[in-house]
C-alpha cells in the first residue's frame, strides 16, 4: 500500500469539532494511491467515568469502497508511513491540531497515557513534543512511570493570574535592563 502524505505536499487543513467539554481535531495526512484509502490524524479529549478529560491521538484509515474505518492507537501499526520526513510533517500537523483542540475547548486539566509498553527513544520523543505543545498551550504538565514501561501525564491550565504581566516582583536572576 503506497501511502502519499498530503501533508508533506505543502499544505493541511486542521478541522475542530466541539460537543461540549469534549472535542476532536482531525487533520487529514494522506491517502494510498492504489486503493480507495484516505487517512486522518484524530486528536481529541474525551470524558472519562469520574469526569477528567483524557487526551487521544490516533491515525483513521477510511475504506472509500466499503465505509469501514480501521483506527491505529499504535505507531507499531503505522509502518505504511515510511518516509521519515512524512512522519515529522504528519506530527507538526497533529501538533497544530492539538494547539486548535486546546484553543477551543480549554479544559481546566487532562490527563493521557501511553498504550504500548517499554517505548523505543523515537515513541517517547513524540510524546516529549505533545507535552511541549501543551505546555505553550498555558498547562502546567506532570509526569509518572505505570507498569509495564508505560508513561501518563496530567496536565493543568496555568491559572491567568500565576502568568507573568510584568506586574510582580522583578526577578532576582533576569539581568535585562
Aim: net charge negative.
Amino acid at each position: 500500500m503506497p501511502f502519499v502524505c498530503t501533508v508533506a505536499q505543502g499544505g493541511f487543513r486542521v478541522q475542530v469539532f466541539q460537543a461540549g467539554t469534549s472535542g476532536v481535531a482531525i487533520v487529514s495526512i494522506g491517502y494510498d494511491d492504489t486503493e480507495p484509502l484516505n487517512y486522518s490524524a484524530a486528536v481529541g479529549l474525551d470524558i472519562l467515568p469520574g469526569g477528567v478529560s483524557e487526551l487521544y491521538l490516533h491515525i483513521v484509515e477510511a475504506d472509500g469502497a466499503t465505509g469501514h474505518e480501521n483506527i491505529f492507537l499504535s505507531g507499531k501499526d503505522t509502518g505504511f508511513i515510511a518516509n521519515p520526513k512524512d512522519r515529522e510533517v504528519i506530527l507538526a500537523s497533529i501538533l497544530t491540531g492539538l494547539k486548535g483542540l486546546l484553543t477551543m475547548v480549554g479544559p481546566e486539566e487532562f490527563v493521557w497515557f501511553t498504550r504500548d509498553e517499554q517505548l523505543p527513544r523515537k515513541a517517547l520523543l513524540k510524546f516529549q513534543a505533545i507535552r511541549q505543545a501543551i505546555e505553550r498551550s498555558g498547562y502546567v504538565v506532570t509526569s509518572s512511570r505505570l507498569s509495564l514501561g508505560r508513561k501518563a501525564w496530567k496536565a493543568r491550565r496555568v491559572p491567568s493570574a500565576a502568568i507573568d504581566n510584568g506586574e510582580g516582583e522583578p526577578n532576582p536572576i533576569d539581568l535585562r535592563e
